[in-house]
């Protein structure tokens, strides 16, 4: 897998705007110079890309009053360590989380099934139509959702889905996407490994369960990892399909308490930081999968 | 989970011959694509065959009524569906070239062995996966004309009338324009990345050899060698971006005015605020079409490019 060699760089191959990067002694100075100024560049990119967090940190700290001052306080004058209590007060922020928990751990764990399940089929199972099927699936991808979330929402609603929490789950559990990434890494499989095992007497279910899955536990993170953040971050599907204050997630809660409670500056930046938290932790302990799960996919699209 | 092992089916695989192996196979395959594929046919599929029903039909009280090609008149003349259209392909043409120059520009800064590059990519990658609802709010705060960092920044550095951004018609546009390639950068570098390790390094060595410049370099072998990637990365981005809807949702909600009203929520407000499913789904299947068409051209032109 190419993927696997991001996150250790061959150095020295590349050409970007850095000719000094080569070993020649005349160019010993130039090279510090170029290198002064690629970190500087460096720095102060992921400085300006990280200041909508830093200034949602902070203000999440300050009183009403003090969010938006000029000039600009970088920094509280005494952090309001309260808000992080008088949010669950003043919002349901506790329901949104456990509605917001419980259909991400649902979808993910169905999209994982059901997408290994299905790319086993695509790519160890050899049949006619296979080839077509998939093209089918591929082809719905570049549909925009935009383009069919109005007929899909009659749909649910004439079978009485619309506003409960199932509706999110068969929204996103049978989701194209995990299929694909599953048989992306399926395919790097060895076809001999199958082979083997099915003159062993294995059971094509038995292959997936005891040889395919566990050969496949990297790609299971990163599909797992991608659909829970992509359910805990959903706004449009519960915007549409939740109406009732006691279903709603964490996404679609806070954008009502914005507008609710417009003059509560610091409590709005509060909840988001309590909403945006947990995917910086999954995030930070994760990455690796995340990385190359978006690699895979999009390598061989 | 041994008595999987302990039960071959001997017979099979010796005697009945190719026909009852396919057969057995075909089983075993749908098998195990079923549970996804019943759930996406019903889910993705069926709707799609039915919103070109939707559009023919006109609704009252949860019954549809066939009208025929009423929807699509009604279409053609509709002011406020071609603000739409043009503001999605404003954001189009402002949002591709800049995500695209400014990913692969990150992409190749970051392809390289440096202390700290793992920490940068996060940081570019970051808000690619955290929320919109919150960021937004957060930029409509960075945004303000008279409060924000931004514009307090813009008048240090000696410009007097800053941009009103989110509140302005005329900047509201490249504002949204500015926060989507914030937001989505992170994800296109990811690909630029991984499609810039597979471009062999002796390539590079050979044109240092040959005396080519960094730029020459950057021409002749990066950009040829990203030629696939490159590929997918446009039609990704042109698709992501003629659906853009969220972002503008939670950012201006449209406005000021109609000024970021956009085809994805025109089709919601007929659809779900104006209640009028039918003339929504006509807009749906202009929108349909657009992208379809969009992505046409693209695979045509990158077909024609490689012969």
Same mark, same amino acid.
């Given at each position: 897998?190419?993927?696997?060699?991001?996150?250790?760089?061959?150095?020295?191959?590349?050409?970007?705007?850095?000719?000094?990067?080569?070993?020649?002694?005349?160019?010993?100075?130039?090279?510090?110079?170029?290198?002064?100024?690629?970190?500087?560049?460096?720095?102060?990119?992921?400085?300006?890309?990280?200041?909508?967090?830093?200034?949602?940190?902070?203000?999440?700290?300050?009183?009403?009053? !003090?969010?938006?001052?000029?000039?600009?306080?970088?920094?509280? !004058?005494?952090?309001?360590?309260?808000?992080?209590?008088?949010?669950?007060?003043?919002?349901?922020?506790?329901?949104?989380?456990?509605?917001?928990?419980?259909?991400?751990?649902?979808?993910?764990?169905?999209?994982?099934?059901?997408?290994?399940?299905?790319?086993?089929?695509?790519?160890?199972?050899?049949?006619?139509?296979?080839?077509?099927?998939?093209?089918?699936?591929?082809?719905?991808?570049?549909?925009?959702?935009?383009?069919?979330?109005?007929?899909?929402?009659?749909?649910?609603?004439?079978?009485?889905?619309?506003?409960?929490?199932?509706?999110?789950?068969?929204?996103?559990?049978?989701?194209?996407?995990?299929?694909?990434?599953?048989?992306?890494?399926?395919?790097?499989?060895? !076809? !001999?490994?199958?082979?083997?095992?099915?003159?062993?007497?294995?059971?094509?279910?038995?292959?997936?369960?005891?040889?395919?899955?566990?050969?496949?536990?990297?790609?299971?993170a990163s599909l797992a990892l991608l659909?829970f953040v992509?359910?805990?971050?959903?706004?449009?599907?519960?915007?549409?399909?939740?109406?009732?204050?006691?279903?709603?997630?964490?996404?679609?809660?806070?954008?009502?308490?914005?507008?609710?409670?417009?003059?509560?500056?610091?409590?709005?930046?509060?909840?988001?930081?309590?909403?945006?938290?947990?995917i910086?932790?999954i995030f930070m302990l994760g990455q690796r999968f995340f990385i190359e799960g978006i690699a895979?996919?999009?390598?061989?699209? | *989970?041994?008595?999987?092992?302990?039960?071959?089916?001997?017979?099979?695989?010796?005697?009945?011959?190719?026909?009852?192996?396919?057969?057995?196979?075909?089983?075993?395959?749908?098998?195990?694509?079923?549970?996804?594929? +019943?759930?996406?046919?019903? +889910? =993705? *599929?069926?709707?799609?065959?039915?919103?070109?029903?939707?559009?023919? =039909?006109?609704?009252?009280?949860?019954?549809?009524?066939?009208?025929?090609?009423?929807?699509?008149?009604?279409?053609?003349?509709?002011?406020?569906?071609?603000?739409?259209?043009?503001?999605?392909?404003?954001?189009?043409?402002?949002?591709?070239?800049?995500?695209?120059?400014?990913?692969?520009?990150?992409?190749?800064?970051?392809?390289?062995?440096?202390?700290?590059?793992?920490?940068?990519r996060t940081?570019?990658f970051f808000?690619y996966i955290?929320?919109?609802?919150?960021?937004?709010?957060?930029?409509?705060?960075?945004?303000?004309?008279?409060?924000?960092?931004?514009?307090?920044?813009?008048?240090? &550095?000696?410009?007097?009338?800053?941009?009103?951004?989110?509140?302005?018609?005329?900047?509201?546009?490249?504002?949204?324009?500015?926060?989507?390639?914030?937001?989505?950068?992170g994800y296109?570098?990811l690909?630029?990345?991984?499609?810039?390790?597979?471009?062999?390094?002796?390539?590079?060595?050979?044109?240092?050899?040959?005396?080519?410049?960094?730029?020459?370099?950057?021409?002749?072998?990066?950009?040829?060698?990203?030629?696939?990637?490159?590929?997918?990365?446009?039609? +990704?981005?042109?698709?992501?971006?003629?659906?853009?809807?969220?972002? &503008?949702?939670?950012?201006?909600?449209?406005?000021?005015? +109609?000024?970021?009203?956009?085809?994805?929520?025109?089709?919601? *407000?007929?659809?779900?605020?104006?209640?009028?499913?039918?003339?929504?789904?006509?807009?749906? &299947?202009?929108?349909?079409?657009?992208?379809?068409?969009?992505?046409?051209?693209?695979?045509?032109?990158?077909?024609?490019?490689?012969?």
């Open positions: 897998m190419a993927t696997n060699t991001l996150t250790r760089t061959p150095g020295r191959r590349l050409a970007a705007p850095d000719p000094a990067a080569r070993p020649q002694r005349p160019g010993r100075v130039k090279h510090i110079v170029g290198r002064v100024a690629l970190y500087t560049a460096l720095i102060v990119a992921s400085a300006a890309l990280l200041l909508p967090f830093y200034w949602m940190l902070m203000s999440s700290l300050k009183t009403n009053n !003090e969010v938006f001052t000029v000039p600009i306080r970088w920094w509280p !004058e005494t952090e309001v360590w309260s808000n992080y209590l008088n949010i669950w007060r003043q919002s349901d922020m506790t329901t949104w989380l456990r509605n917001t928990l419980f259909l991400s751990v649902v979808i993910t764990f169905l999209q994982v099934l059901t997408g290994s399940f299905a790319a086993y089929g695509f790519s160890k199972v050899r049949f006619p139509g296979r080839n077509a099927l998939f093209l089918g699936y591929i082809a719905t991808i570049a549909v925009p959702w935009q383009s069919y979330m109005i007929p899909q929402f009659v749909l649910m609603s004439k079978v009485h889905l619309h506003n409960t929490l199932w509706a999110m789950v068969v929204l996103q559990a049978f989701g194209a996407f995990g299929v694909f990434l599953m048989k992306q890494y399926y395919e790097s499989i060895p !076809e !001999e490994l199958s082979e083997a095992a099915r003159i062993d007497g294995l059971s094509e279910y038995g292959i997936w369960w005891r040889i395919m899955v566990p050969l496949s536990i990297p790609a299971v659909t992509n359910t805990w971050n959903d706004f449009l599907g519960p915007l549409i399909y939740l109406r009732d204050p006691e279903i709603r997630t964490i996404q679609l809660g806070l954008r009502t308490f914005i507008s609710q409670y417009n003059a509560e500056y610091a409590l709005i930046f509060t909840g988001s930081v309590i909403s945006v938290l947990p910086a932790i895979t996919t999009g390598l061989k699209g | *989970m041994a008595t999987m092992v302990e039960a071959p089916p001997p017979t099979t695989r010796v005697g009945r011959g190719q026909r009852s192996l396919t057969w057995r196979n075909t089983l075993h395959g749908w098998s195990f694509i079923a549970p996804n594929f +019943i759930g996406f046919a019903l +889910i =993705t *599929m069926v709707p799609i065959g039915y919103l070109f029903y939707v559009a023919f =039909t006109k609704w009252s009280f949860g019954r549809a009524r066939w009208v025929g090609f009423d929807n699509f008149e009604r279409l053609f003349n509709d002011q406020r569906f071609y603000t739409a259209l043009r503001n999605t392909v404003y954001y189009v043409v402002g949002h591709v070239p800049l995500t695209f120059v400014v990913a692969l520009g990150l992409a190749i800064l970051l392809n390289r062995r440096l202390r700290g590059v793992a920490f940068f940081a570019a808000p955290t929320s919109i609802v919150a960021l937004a709010y957060v930029w409509n705060a960075l945004f303000s004309p008279d409060f924000g960092p931004i514009n307090a920044f813009l008048r240090f &550095i000696g410009i007097d009338n800053p941009p009103g951004w989110t509140t302005d018609p005329n900047w509201s546009m490249p504002a949204v324009i500015l926060v989507g390639t914030w937001r989505d950068m296109y570098m690909l630029f990345l991984a499609g810039l390790q597979t471009i062999p390094s002796q390539l590079y060595e050979a044109a240092t050899v040959d005396g080519a410049s960094a730029w020459q370099r950057f021409w002749h072998v990066t950009l040829p060698g990203l030629r696939h990637t490159t590929f997918f990365v446009l039609v +990704i981005m042109t698709i992501n971006s003629f659906k853009v809807f969220d972002l &503008i949702l939670v950012l201006t909600d449209g406005g000021p005015g +109609i000024s970021t009203l956009v085809l994805s929520h025109y089709i919601y *407000m007929k659809g779900f605020e104006e209640n009028d499913p039918g003339y929504a789904g006509a807009v749906s &299947i202009a929108l349909f079409f657009i992208v379809l068409s969009v992505t046409l051209i693209q695979y045509y032109v990158n077909k024609r490019g490689s012969q």
